[in-house]
């Protein structure tokens, strides 16, 4: 079974490098250009299903591809973005001068330490390890090949800690662009990589992405 993970389409947050998103946004007008030409590279696809966050900005991001193709979608919460708490709706220059002593510490250890009233890394993998313990007794129920998961930029990191072992500062220096394809096969209990953050559809460019060997 291969995973297309996806980030979603940009929305006004990512224009004000917000890092700690609060809003439910919708996408911009550039956010819906992004996810059209999404759309006309994952329509090559054979996709069995759609798993999406239950934030607007999923949604809509897949939006045109559904406009194009019949395909069952799933809303689940455990692929919802971390929750920010009092880090919610700040850029990381505010968060970190509005609350110096709780960003030090957080930022020290963001596996383990959560934002007061939000998440810590941990907290949002135990999400992601529960949906993957579900996703996979249905792919074997119903043979699925090909699963597209519609999220957020730090699920995407901390999958990338929790299954591909990665460590925080070299999860951290993938900046996952909006719209972003990261491909894996999921094959006997081993996960392969094919490639990471590609938003070669976006310009047609294929050099952009980054590929993991």
């Not at 224009?15 to 919708?26: Q, S």
């Not at 949604?59 to 919610?88: H, N």
């Not at 963001?110 to 934002?115: A, C, E, G, M, S």
């Not at 990338?160 to 500062?169: D, G, S, V």
Request: proline share 2%; charged share 30%; glycine share 2%.
């Amino acid at each position: 079974m291969k995973i297309y993970f996806i980030r979603h389409a940009q929305v006004g947050s990512n224009l004000k490098n917000i890092a700690y998103n609060k809003k439910n946004e919708d996408l911009t007008k550039e956010g819906k250009k992004q996810a059209e030409k999404l759309a006309k590279k994952l329509i090559r696809l054979n996709i069995d299903k759609i798993f999406i966050s239950k934030s607007k900005r999923a949604y809509q991001t897949i939006l045109p591809l559904l406009k194009l193709q019949s395909i069952s979608v799933k809303k689940d919460k455990r692929l919802d973005d971390c929750k920010y708490g009092i880090f919610s709706g700040l850029t990381l220059k505010e968060a970190k001068g509005k609350h110096p002593k709780i960003f030090k510490k957080r930022w020290e250890d963001k596996w383990n330490i959560p934002i007061p009233k939000g998440e810590s890394f941990k907290d949002v993998a135990e999400r992601l390890c529960s949906f993957f313990k579900n996703l996979e007794r249905e792919a074997k129920k119903f043979q699925f090949e090909n699963i597209v998961i519609v999220t957020h930029a730090t699920n995407l990191k901390v999958f990338l800690i929790q299954y591909l072992k990665f460590n925080i500062k070299k999860a951290d220096s993938v900046q996952f662009k909006n719209t972003s394809i990261s491909i894996f096969e999921f094959k006997n209990n081993n996960i392969k990589t094919e490639v990471i953050n590609d938003f070669s559809h976006l310009n047609n460019d294929t050099s952009q992405s980054k590929r993991i060997h």
